[in-house]
């Protein structure tokens, strides 16, 4: 049986680092795992007035959320935190109250930026807004990459660097791993 696993990738950039970084880490995962990217530029602002009346996009967003098994996070980081339109689709998603879409679901947080630092701050704010959303997350290991122009992952999500395409298969083998213990498949 597969794994539906929601990827909300947090940067709408056409050639987004995170974007790369997604695709290197489905390529990684067994077949048991299937990937379906959540489209999150297209949604309205969040507003407390949509939740006697939600929207159609946000709808269908909360309703994407809901199909899945499990949720991989991948953001870069702006200003030391969660880009906007990633924050934007969670508050979609997990309102209105008592409606939350990604709560009991599995998740894991990953990113990349072109700092040393490769999105931790982001991943960390947006671990503290997930454990409130009642979404458990795989702890370790962490994935901060950092991306240069030669790499690590080209614009196909191919992985170019040996060292990278190892630490990221480990990372992949322990997210299967943890959300087989999860899930209870």
């Known amino acids: 049986m ?6 909300l990738v947090g940067s709408l950039r056409k050639d987004s680092y995170n974007r790369r970084l997604a ?3 489905e390529k990684l995962a067994p077949g048991e795992l299937a990937f379906e990217h959540v489209d999150i530029g297209g949604l309205p602002l969040y507003d407390q007035d949509f939740d006697s009346d939600y929207p159609a996009p946000c709808k269908a967003l ?3 959320i809901q199909a899945v098994d499990a949720l991989l996070f991948v953001t870069p980081e702006y200003n030391r935190s969660v880009p906007g339109v990633l924050k934007n689709a969670i508050d979609i998603a997990s309102r209105p109250y008592g409606t939350n ?3 009991g679901k599995p998740g894991a947080v990953i990113g990349a930026s072109i700092g040393a630092t490769g999105s931790a701050l982001a991943q960390q704010h947006l ?3 997930l454990a409130y959303l009642d979404v458990p997350l795989l702890g370790q290991p962490e994935v901060f990459v950092q991306f240069k ?5 080209d614009a196909n999500g191919e992985i170019t660097v040996d060292s990278t395409r190892k630490f990221l298969q480990d990372f992949v083998d322990r997210y299967v791993q943890w959300l087989h213990t999860v899930l209870g498949r």
């Open 2 to 7: 597969s794994i539906k696993v929601a990827v």
């Open 23 to 25: 695709r290197a880490v």
């Open 62 to 64: 909360k309703q994407q």
């Open 101 to 103: 879409a990604f709560a």
């Open 127 to 129: 671990r503290n807004v």
């Open 149 to 153: 122009d030669d790499g690590p992952v």
